[in-house]
C-alpha cells in the first residue's frame, strides 16, 4: 500500500470551483479549497493522476515542511536542519521558487537565494559535494511559500506549469492560456452534447480543449515531461498503469467541432495545432469571417470564443461588439453564446442581454465571462411553449 499525503493544486482566480469539482471526480479525498489553490490528500499515483488529468489545474505541489519564520537566518537554519537527502543527491540540480505575502520579507528571489544557500551548504557539509542550480532541467523543483510568518515548502510535482499541454507547436498573438480556456468552456456547462463552435478561433486552444473534455481525453498526455519523473522515488510502470486507465475511461463524442478565423496564418497555425493534438476526426477548422457567416442547420449550438479585444488589437471596439451582438442576433438562432473581455465598457455594445456574467481574469486583466441565449424564434414565445 502507498502512503496518502497532502497535494495542493493550484489554478487560476475564479476557478476553485471547478478544480474542486475535477478532484472529486478523480476520487481525490479531503478536498478544501483555498484561493486560487485546492488542497486535497492521495497517493503517489493519485499524484501522477492529477497531473495527467486536471484541466484546470496549473501546479500539483508537494508540501513537505512548514513551520514559522521570524527573519532570514532563521528561515536558513530550518532548511538547512531539513534532510534533503531524502529528495535530491549532492551530484544533482536544484531550482527554487518563492511566493512572499508577508511584510517580514520583501524579495521572493533574496528568499529562494537563501534556501539554495541552505541546501547546499548542508550537503557541502555532509557529503563534500554540493547540487548545483538548473532553472530549466532541474532534478528537484522546490516551491517556498512565505503567508506572513508561516513557511511551507513544498516539492513542485509538475516542473512547467500544467497548462503547457504539449500540443501547441503555433501560437499567433496573445493566444489564450490552455487552463483558462478549458476552465471556461468547463465554467459555459459544455459536455460534448451539443455542436461546438469557436468563431474567432485563432491557434485553435479553445476547439482543442472542447474536443478533449467532449471526448474525456486527459490533457496532459501530451506533455514531454514532469518533474515527478526525475524523483527518487519514480515509478515508471505506476505512471504508464495510471495513465493506460485513464485512456480507457475516453469515449465518442457524435457532434462537430468547428473553428473560424479571417486571419489565413491564424488557420494554418491552427490546423497544426489540432493535427498535433491528433484531433483531426473531431474539429473543422476554415478560413472565415464571423460576421460573414451564418448557423447551418437547426441544431442546438454551444459557442465560446475570446474576441480580440484592446490590448492585442487595434479595432473600433463599439463597433467591432456591436457587430458581435448582431451576427449572433441576425445569424445564430438556437445558440448558447459565450465569450471572455477584460473590456468591460464594450460589453454594451453588444445590444443583448447576457443571462450570465462571471468574474475572472486573463492574465492581469480583470474580465468578464458573459453569456447569450440566442433562441429561435422569440423570447417571449419561448418562456410561452
Known amino acids: 500500500m502507498q502512503e496518502n499525503f497532502t497535494m495542493v493544486a493550484k489554478t487560476l482566480f475564479g476557478f476553485e470551483d471547478l478544480l474542486e469539482k475535477e478532484l472529486l471526480q478523480l476520487g481525490a479525498?479531503?478536498?478544501?479549497?483555498?484561493?486560487?489553490?485546492?488542497?486535497?490528500?492521495?497517493?503517489?499515483?493519485?499524484?501522477?493522476?492529477?497531473?495527467?488529468?486536471?484541466?484546470?489545474?496549473?501546479?500539483?505541489?508537494?508540501?513537505?515542511?512548514?513551520?514559522?519564520?521570524?527573519?532570514e537566518q532563521d528561515l536558513y537554519n530550518?532548511?538547512?536542519?531539513?534532510?534533503w537527502s531524502?529528495?535530491?543527491?549532492?551530484?544533482?540540480?536544484?531550482?527554487?521558487?518563492?511566493?512572499?505575502?508577508?511584510?517580514?520579507?520583501?524579495h521572493s528571489l533574496f528568499i529562494a537565494q537563501k534556501v539554495k544557500d541552505a541546501i547546499v551548504d548542508k550537503f557541502r557539509d555532509t557529503d563534500g559535494q554540493r547540487p548545483n542550480v538548473d532553472l530549466k532541467f532541474p532534478d528537484l523543483k522546490i516551491n517556498v511559500r512565505i503567508d506572513r510568518k508561516e513557511c511551507t515548502i513544498s516539492l513542485d510535482s509538475s516542473g512547467d506549469s500544467l497548462h503547457k499541454r504539449g500540443y501547441k507547436l503555433a501560437t499567433n498573438i496573445a493566444p489564450i492560456n490552455e487552463v483558462l480556456a478549458a476552465g471556461l468552456i468547463m465554467l459555459s456547462?459544455?459536455?460534448g452534447q451539443s455542436d461546438f463552435m469557436d468563431p474567432m478561433c485563432g491557434s485553435g486552444t479553445m476547439l482543442i480543449e472542447a474536443a478533449m473534455i467532449a471526448?474525456?481525453?486527459?490533457?496532459?498526455?501530451?506533455?514531454?515531461?514532469?518533474?515527478?519523473?526525475?524523483?527518487?522515488d519514480w515509478d515508471v510502470d505506476l505512471f504508464e498503469k495510471i495513465e493506460e486507465s485513464l485512456l480507457n475511461k475516453t469515449r465518442d463524442f457524435h457532434h462537430t467541432i468547428?473553428?473560424?478565423?479571417?486571419?489565413?496564418?491564424?488557420?494554418?497555425?491552427?490546423?497544426?495545432n489540432v493535427k498535433n493534438a491528433q484531433l483531426e476526426d473531431f474539429i473543422t477548422i476554415k478560413h472565415e469571417d464571423f460576421f460573414k457567416t451564418q448557423k447551418g442547420g437547426e441544431?442546438?449550438?454551444?459557442?465560446?470564443?475570446?474576441?480580440?479585444?484592446?490590448?492585442?488589437l487595434n479595432i473600433d471596439m463599439q463597433e467591432f461588439y456591436k457587430n458581435i451582438g448582431d451576427t449572433l442576433k441576425q445569424n445564430y438562432a438556437n445558440t448558447d453564446a459565450w465569450f471572455i473581455t477584460s473590456n468591460l465598457d464594450a460589453l454594451k455594445y453588444v445590444g443583448l442581454r447576457p443571462s450570465r456574467k462571471i468574474q475572472l481574469y486573463n492574465a492581469k486583466l480583470e474580465s468578464r465571462l458573459v453569456k447569450y441565449e440566442i433562441y429561435a424564434g422569440s423570447k417571449k414565445a419561448k418562456h410561452m411553449e
Open 78 to 83: 530550518k532548511i538547512y536542519a531539513m534532510d
Open 299 to 312: 441544431n442546438k449550438l454551444h459557442m465560446v470564443f475570446n474576441p480580440p479585444y484592446g490590448e492585442r
Open 189 to 191: 456547462g459544455w459536455d
Open 258 to 272: 468547428t473553428g473560424y478565423d479571417k486571419a489565413p496564418s491564424a488557420v494554418t497555425k491552427a490546423k497544426e
Open 215 to 232: 471526448c474525456n481525453i486527459p490533457p496532459n498526455l501530451m506533455r514531454k515531461e514532469f518533474a515527478f519523473e526525475r524523483w527518487h
Open 29 to 71: 479525498q479531503n478536498i478544501k479549497k483555498g484561493v486560487r489553490s485546492v488542497s486535497f490528500v492521495g497517493d503517489k499515483g493519485f499524484m501522477y493522476k492529477s497531473n495527467l488529468a486536471l484541466r484546470t489545474a496549473i501546479k500539483i505541489l508537494k508540501p513537505i515542511k512548514t513551520f514559522r519564520v521570524n527573519n
Open 86 to 106: 531524502a529528495y535530491l543527491k549532492p551530484t544533482g540540480s536544484l531550482a527554487i521558487d518563492a511566493t512572499i505575502h508577508s511584510d517580514l520579507f520583501k
